[in-house]
């Protein structure tokens, strides 16, 4: 597994705690849209010191191969992220799966930069982790996610009721998912 991927128009990487105030930049320019559908913050979330602090646990959690997280720019400015994409509960053997996550600034929405992410991000899962199945959650009122995973290839498989506490009520999540033999050169052409 590589720390820095690229595409046509975009580099991926996985990023040191230093820089920890590309993050911040990142999550303040979009903080209302991205809290809308993720937990609650914690007090300190819109520091520098706390981005450092979870950039370093990312770091080690992506050596134990627990966690992969990749920060997405646009080749032309690698200093300012539009988006991340993170893969997570990573399961060998029987299982042979992990849950994906992603969110992208919005000034960066419509222009094709997520769905070229999510193909790059499920050919590393399917050809190098070698991996089976990637799941993904998505509130049911999330149109634009569920567009970009369906088209992606992900298909849903139902609604997991009260399945996430979001900003003190329990809310429903639909479940999509996407099985390496749906992988194909029609669906997949950014590898």
Not at 25 to 36: G, H, S, T
Not at 50 to 63: I, N, S, T, Y
């Amino acid at each position: 597994m590589y720390t820095e991927y690229t595409t046509k128009r975009l580099v991926l990487k996985s990023l040191k705690p230093e820089q920890a105030p590309q993050v911040l930049d990142f999550y303040l320019r979009d903080k209302e849209l991205f809290e809308k559908y993720e937990v609650d913050r914690l007090p300190d979330f819109y520091t520098a010191k706390f981005q450092k602090q979870v950039l370093a646990f990312e770091a080690k959690m992506m050596k134990q191969g627990a966690l992969y997280r990749f920060y997405v720019y646009r080749k032309e400015n690698q200093e300012q992220i539009i988006g991340t994409i993170s893969f997570h509960h990573i399961s060998h053997g029987y299982f042979s799966c992990c849950e994906i996550g992603y969110k992208f600034s919005s000034a960066f929405h419509h222009q094709g930069y997520a769905i070229e992410t999510m193909e790059k991000i499920a050919g590393i899962i399917f050809a190098e982790l070698g991996l089976h199945r990637i799941v993904a959650w998505v509130q049911p009122d999330n149109e634009s996610s569920i567009r970009l995973l369906e088209r992606a290839g992900f298909r849903r498989e139902g609604i997991c009721r009260e399945y996430l506490k979001l900003h003190g009520k329990w809310t429903d999540h639909a479940q999509y998912s996407l099985i390496s033999s749906d992988y194909s050169s029609e669906i997949w052409r950014i590898q």
